[in-house]
Nanobody, 124 residues
């Protein structure tokens, strides 16, 4: 059974960086697309970035293009989200998700396996 565990969240000042990790167990992560999503208080969950299986194509929401980078290390069964130039509006709970698909989309309803989330707070 696929389990996902996020880590790396925390409090950072505007302009700072964080690297989130998503560790998978129970399956070979290389067979799955990985997505990162976030949910701020009072807002709907939104897609941030996703990457196809076996180092496939990457996709980013317009709000994070040029600042965030998604990657994966299939030897470690782990995916990452490097977040640079963080802004207060990036504050949210960040979730990773996995899906066996050749065409990942940044639509939360399409993803069927989720981690528990990690809090990211950008504030001075």
């Amino acid at each position: 059974q696929l389990q996902l565990v996020e880590s790396g969240g925390g409090l950072v000042q505007p302009g700072g960086s964080l690297r989130l990790s998503c560790a998978a167990s129970g399956v070979t992560l290389a067979n799955y697309a990985i997505g990162w999503f976030r949910q701020a208080p009072g807002k709907e969950r939104e897609g941030v970035s996703c990457i196809g299986s076996n180092d496939g194509e990457t996709y980013y929401a317009d709000s994070v293009k040029g600042r965030f980078a998604i990657s994966r290390d299939n030897t470690k069964n782990t995916a990452y989200l490097q977040m640079n130039s963080l802004k207060p509006e990036d504050t949210a709970i960040y979730y990773c998700a996995a899906l066996q698909t050749r065409d990942p989309r940044l639509i939360p309803e399409l993803w069927d396996s989720w981690g528990q989330g990690t809090q990211v707070t950008v504030s001075s």
